[in-house]
């Protein structure tokens, strides 16, 4: 089963813009990484969320030590508030299998 993330990221005031570029560049390079699934951004009135599905454990923990998630990060660090929020998810399927589950 793939594993699914939820990160949020919560931008400084006025730095919204610069995340966003930061996030946008970096996204069809992680989409090219091995077991990336889904790396999808979304935004609402107090940050991003990032939505990720990779498909082993061994996949997520490349794409941390990777060159494409640590430039990014680096190039974000003084513009958020805080930390990454980083949440590893497991699903727990109920209902319709296409519905219930990322």
Request: glycine letters at 8%.
């Amino acid at each position: 089963m793939s594993i699914t993330i939820v990160a949020t990221i919560s931008p400084k005031p006025g730095r919204a813009d610069a995340v966003r570029e930061a996030f946008t560049a970096a996204i069809p390079k992680v989409h090219e990484e091995p077991g990336c699934e889904l790396y999808a951004l979304h935004e609402d009135g107090y940050g991003f969320v990032m939505i990720e599905r990779w498909a082993t454990q061994d996949d997520v923990k490349a794409h941390g030590a990777g060159e494409t998630f640590n430039q990014l990060t680096q190039s974000v660090k003084e513009d958020l508030a805080e930390p990454l929020g980083v949440r590893l998810l497991q699903a727990v399927p109920a209902g319709d299998d296409a519905k219930g589950t990322l």
